[in-house]
């Protein structure tokens, strides 16, 4: 077979979006290099760190660990894809006003955590945060804050 | 206590960070992120032995696949490797460094001197490509025995530098030898003063090498113009002296070298060094395109500078009262494959909490077959720290005494003398100790079984060297903000609000940016915990520029001499005349000659402000059956001198103190005989996830420092230096059993109990 | 050395929508193919180089391999490339077997139960892998299909060294199947790691047990074990020991010694050999008085 790159089509941050990729790429190239989606971090590409952590349907995944062709046909959800026209989504707004972030390389891969754990359970214990995020590694906060801020977040969206 | 002024108004307010909205939506551009058009990829082919001879590197091969434009090894570099420079490291110590080190750490010439050492890299059109030529190269070696720890290093006849020469308390003694340096520090008569201690506690300790984990692997492009202009786009901890060290291992001057720096995904110390960024220059060189360099976090694990293991052996005497009469340190610090472990500044801080008359310490400076060692977070304190609290524990156990007590009649205080000379200034070390003893969580009874509460204290000296700012005023009253600190976890924020401050401006009137070498004068690292003290500092004065330099000019236009405007809450007036007033945003739109103010700041080396002094308090519930640890409270306490940002000063005592309990706890490289990291991914490495902590409390002290005009005082690293001994003291207390070594994993809490208090596990009916 | 976890050598790539296709193309590609479900496992030894298939299948799309089944009998089958929390999300099954949660949400962290699968856990034939010890302990069969015909091995014989299994090249896990739970039956799967998620078992152990109709005596004990050996091993001869015993510390004490003396471990980073042993009689004792109490409720 001669080696020549697959066609994928998916719904990418609400936009039906094509790309050509190698099948020996991850999403996560595809994404950033395929795509220009660089706000999907790589931080190990074992998927032990979760920085590359993106909604694939309806359940997160490390898209280190996704090949690019395996997306055909399917619906994903970046960091990029998460704040509205109208501003920031609650769990962005909460990590910026609890200082939940310091370098800011795993923030995306959190966000997106964070956001699925809240979409389905709004008002987590901070043992489920943390069983939740356990996926993600975080060097430069402790995790204090970002526990603290997912809280936040989920008391806003429990307010509306 | 003592308190600072407070009525700021910015300062110690907790605004969203300037950067924020870039980093929560992945606009923000990393090291990886970053490209240009004609690009290509590189990859870099690695030792894979720890000691050995090159015999030959042929690259025939890998030049013939299809997509490869260009292979370059050490020949590469322009001129004699032969010579010694001063980077801008070595500046502030008056030191200089062989320029053949600094070149084989990125690309080998005549020995392999590491697993994972450079040796020669590939650029083509893709990285899967440049990786594929990678695997064509052939690299034949001779191997040599590997010397793995500071016992082999002095003792072993395998010599890693044949021409090294040890620095034998400051003087170059010749002789084939792998210790590169012996230090000594020597305070009073400590000989005499141990026959006179009533109690002696000594101790042996080891740790195992740790990294810093950060999340962001190194990143660097480069491009070589054809006008012999060189561009460099990475994530550094300094951009200048990125820039500086790249010139001198390129061998061009530093006028020829642009760094920009892109948001760097957390360093620790670790992203001071440079490794891709001249190789990427030699590649885009020989290819004629810009070039690209990531690694892969194996090999930022293997062949990045993670922080040294050691041995070390501390003593203390103390009267009966628990006062210390004399201390002693023999401290063996691995440096990796070239000199310069962190022993000088494990040595600086073995005792620096303490105010005794009689010390002495000596340093070995120990040159072993792995990755040349690279700062991080209080370099060489913690493990020191980590000694040294150990045994001031057991000395407090022996005398009945209560741990902070012991440590508070023992304070260092503004006035006492440091083994190594100094003499402190004001220090926040007592308020440090008085806080952990006065608070609730100190105090709080244990009850359950299983569970012990340790505290430790811990000094970083933090440094101050250069940083420049510009400030820009702009005619709607904001200011632009021009700094040359790379920006890891919120100085965009905490330097715009000291520059706020002065001009009664809120922190979202200053528009911060972190520019290029070419764009602002030379800024050290975001490291030493400088960068709030000393570019804020500088940021600090060039407020006070625009200030003076608007009062200037609304003198002009009232026609009074400017002795006579004040500038108070925003508003500019005439002391004699209450009816001459004007706005800080009405002065800024009136026409005139545009308003640049610069701040330019030398803040010396090490000691900077005094240093910070921090400590922990660790309670943990031992599993005694599996010797698993966990920590179920955790409170940090440091002096902040000023907290300019709250939340980050928070948020760095947090961090520093989960850091300190990774390290604690789980973290080391496991090494086999020759010499290989087995654990080299974040699976085995064994960083803390969010599920094995608890909240980390904090409570900020301030002494102001004497002489930062809000008495800033570094805070990024004093917090890491105590945890892990506080966390063996807390685990002493649940189990009865002293560890010595770091980390202390299960399996060696469960030989300590199974062998010495077996009594804990027949009560458990087990 | 070669940068590692870094690229992945050329492959061709497949996502058969048919069994019958799929088996076809293992059977062409033989050893050559990479079966792809979650790819946590298969695509990082791939970027380590530990493994090179050039012909990538990936059976997500292949339905047998994605249905649960509860027959009348009350035997549980589950398909082999569904994802751990879409077994722990799944009510059929957690109220059959709700002790399945206990190795379905540690596998990884939350990230990686969105791919891997059990079927892939088996596969991969790692000693330390998290499923095993709990189906061995619940007599779990595996379900294998190739283009000659189907299969059924018992798990506990699956294994024939780390990495090895012994399915032929052209054959594919297709299910696994629980037999029916009995009454007054419980069990547990603990595991031993440094940190709290995220690690291999430094030691695993699964036990599965039946008690006597007053609840006092054992009937069976089925333990097996993770990471202390060159496969998962299920200890032998148990029941012997201690069925129609009195529960009590000693007939305890029997079954969590009797797994220490047939765990065969060695020394790595993980934990050293004389450590792994400690940990087997600890988990065994700890695990089996988990499935006593689980199987007194049931």
């Known amino acids: 077979m001669t080696q020549s790159k697959t066609y994928v089509r998916c719904t990418i941050n609400g936009e039906d979006t094509e790309f050509l990729c190698e099948p020996r790429q991850s999403l996560l190239e595809c994404l950033r290099d395929v795509l220009r989606l660089t706000g999907t971090k790589e931080g190990c590409n074992d998927g032990n760190c979760g920085a590359c952590t993106i909604m694939l349907d309806d359940r997160i995944v490390t898209s280190c660990l996704v090949l690019g062709v395996e997306v055909n046909g399917k619906t994903i959800t970046t960091i990029e894809g998460m704040a509205s026209p109208e501003g920031l989504h609650p769990v962005q707004q909460a990590f910026l006003e609890e200082a939940a972030l310091q370098c800011g390389i795993c923030t995306p891969g959190f966000l997106i955590a964070s956001k699925a754990l809240l979409d389905t359970n709004p008002n987590p214990t901070e043992e489920e945060i943390r069983f939740w995020l356990a996926n993600n590694l975080c060097r430069c906060t402790g995790y204090d804050k970002i526990v603290r801020a997912v809280v936040k977040a989920g008391e806003k969206i429990r307010e509306g | ?766 | 050395m070669k940068p590692g976890g870094a690229e992945l050598k050329w492959i061709d790539y497949s996502s058969p929508e048919t069994l019958a296709e799929a088996l076809s193309l293992l059977n062409e590609h033989q050893k050559d193919a990479g079966i792809l479900a979650g790819g946590t496992d298969l695509i990082v030894k791939m970027r380590a180089d530990r493994i090179n298939p050039g012909q990538i299948i990936d059976i997500k799309s292949i339905p047998e391999l994605n249905q649960v089944n509860i027959n009348s009998n009350n035997d549980l089958t589950i398909g082999s490339a569904i994802p751990c929390y879409k077994i722990y999300n799944n009510d059929d099954i957690m109220n059959l077997r709700p002790e399945l949660k206990d190795s379905a949400s540690i596998i990884g962290g939350t990230q990686i139960q969105g791919r891997a699968s059990f079927g892939g856990n088996i596969c991969n034939a790692a000693p330390s892998a998290d499923s095993v010890p709990l189906l061995i302990s619940l007599g779990a069969t595996c379900n294998v299909q190739s283009v000659n015909g189907e299969r059924t091995i018992a798990l506990e014989d699956l294994f024939s060294g780390p990495g090895q299994t012994v399915l032929e090249p052209n054959e594919l896990l297709i299910s696994i199947t629980i037999p029916k739970k009995s009454d007054l039956s419980g069990a547990n799967y603990i595991r031993f790691i440094p940190r709290n998620e995220m690690d291999i078992a430094v030691v695993g152990t699964g036990v599965s047990v039946t008690l006597s109709s007053n609840k006092k005596n054992f009937e069976s004990v089925r333990v097996s074990l993770a990471s202390v050996g060159p496969t998962p091993i299920f200890v032998d001869g148990i029941d012997k020991e201690v069925s129609g015993q009195e529960i009590n510390d000693e007939s305890i004490r029997v079954v969590s010694n009797m797994a220490k003396n047939a765990s065969k471990p060695i020394s790595d980073m993980r934990g050293t050999a004389e450590f792994r042993q400690h940990l087997c009689e600890v988990l065994t004792r700890r695990a089996l008085i988990t499935a006593i109490e689980r199987a007194k409720e049931a």
């Open chain 2, 1 to 766: 206590m003592a308190t600072v002024k407070k009525d700021y108004k910015v300062i110690g307010s907790r605004p969203v960070r300037h950067d924020g909205v870039d980093k929560v939506t992945g606009k923000a551009i990393y090291s990886a992120d970053f490209s240009i058009s004609d690009l290509l990829h590189g990859k870099v082919l690695r030792s894979p032995i720890a000691h050995g001879i090159i015999k030959k590197i042929d690259t025939s091969k890998a030049e013939k696949l299809p997509g490869v434009r260009a292979i370059v090894t050490s020949k590469d570099f322009i001129g004699s490797s032969d010579k010694n420079i001063e980077t801008a490291e070595d500046r502030n110590e008056g030191e200089t460094t062989r320029l053949k080190y600094l070149r084989d750490n990125v690309l080998a010439s005549d020995k392999l001197l590491y697993i994972g050492q450079p040796v020669a890299a590939v650029a083509a059109t893709s990285s899967h490509i440049a990786e594929e030529a990678i695997s064509l190269i052939e690299l034949e070696y001779e191997t040599l025995e590997p010397v793995l720890n500071t016992t082999q290093g002095l003792s072993s006849k395998s010599i890693i530098h044949q021409e090294l020469e040890t620095k034998e308390l400051g003087t170059k003694v010749p002789g084939k030898t792998n210790l590169a340096e012996h230090i000594q520090h020597k305070l009073g008569d400590p000989e005499e003063a141990f026959k006179h201690a009533e109690i002696i506690v000594e101790r042996e300790l080891t740790t195992e090498t740790v990294h810093q984990g950060y999340i962001e692997p190194h990143a660097a492009t480069a491009s070589w113009s054809k006008d012999g202009r060189i561009t460099v786009w990475c994530s550094t901890q300094g951009a200048f002296p990125a820039r500086d060290t790249t010139a001198d291992i390129l061998g061009v001057p530093i006028s020829q070298v642009k760094v920009v720096p892109l948001e760097i995904g957390g360093g620790f110390g670790g992203k001071i060094p440079v490794y891709l960024e001249p190789v990427a220059a030699l590649l885009s060189r020989a290819s004629g395109h810009p070039v690209k360099l990531v690694m892969s976090r194996k090999e930022v694990f293997e062949c990045t500078g993670p922080t040294p293991g050691t041995l070390m052996r501390v003593k203390i005497g103390a009267d009966k009262s628990g006062k210390f009469i004399a201390a002693q340190a023999h401290l063996e610090f691995e440096a990796g494959a070239f000199p310069g472990s962190p022993v000088a500044a494990g040595s600086y801080c073995v005792f620096a909490a303490y105010d005794i008359p009689n010390v002495l310490i000596d340093g070995y400076d120990v040159i072993v077959n792995k990755a040349k060692t690279a700062a991080y977070r209080a370099p060489g304190a913690t493990m020191a720290a980590f000694a040294t609290e150990t045994v001031i524990d057991e000395v407090a156990e022996k005398l009945q005494m209560d741990p902070a007590e012991i440590r508070l009649i023992n304070t260092a205080k503004k006035g006492t003398r440091r083994a190594d000379g100094p003499v402190y200034p004001t220090i926040g070390c007592e308020e440090v100790i008085k806080t952990i003893k006065d608070s609730e969580h100190y105090n709080s009874p244990i009850t359950e079984p299983h569970v012990g509460r340790g505290i430790a204290i811990g000094y970083w000296f933090n440094v101050g060297l250069e940083s420049a700012c510009t400030i820009s005023l702009s005619k709607n009253g904001t200011i632009n903000l021009v700094e040359g600190s790379t920006d890891i976890g919120g100085t965009r924020t905490s330097i715009a609000m000291q520059a706020a401050e002065v001009l009664g401006l809120l922190p979202e009137d200053v528009i911060p940016s972190v520019v290029d070498t070419d764009s602002i004068g030379f800024t050290s690292v975001t490291g030493g915990s400088r960068t709030t003290y000393a570019t804020g500092w500088a940021a600090y004065e060039a407020a006070i520029d625009v200030k003076n330099q608007m009062i200037s000019k609304v003198a002009g236009i009232w026609s009074i001499d400017a002795d006579n405007v004040e500038f108070e809450d925003g508003v500019f007036f005439s002391k004699q005349d209450t009816e001459l007033k004007m706005t800080f945003k009405e002065l800024a739109a009136k026409s005139g000659a545009p308003i640049v103010g610069r701040g330019s700041v030398s803040k010396g080396g090490m000691g900077a402000g005094g240093g910070s002094f921090a400590g922990a308090i660790c309670d943990v519930k031992i599993d005694p059956e599996t010797g698993k640890t966990t920590v179920l409270r955790f409170t940090c306490v440091q002096d902040a001198g000023k907290a300019i940002y709250p939340s980050f000063v928070e948020g760095q005592m947090q961090g520093g103190s989960v850091q300190g309990i990774g390290w604690a706890l789980n973290e080391e490289y496991f090494m086999t005989d020759d010499g290989r990291m087995t654990n080299s991914s974040l699976l085995d490495y064994r960083m803390p996830t969010s599920l094995d902590l608890p909240m980390i409390d904090t409570i900020i002290v301030e002494v102001p420092s004497d002489g930062h005009p809000y008495g800033v005082r570094g805070v990024g690293e004093a917090n890491i230096v105590s945890p892990p001994a506080a966390v063996a003291n807390a685990i002493y207390n649940a189990t009865g059993v002293r560890q010595s070594s770091l980390p202390m994993n299960p399996a060696s809490i469960t030989k300590g109990i199974q062998d010495h208090r077996s009594d804990i596990l027949n009560s458990m009916n087990c």
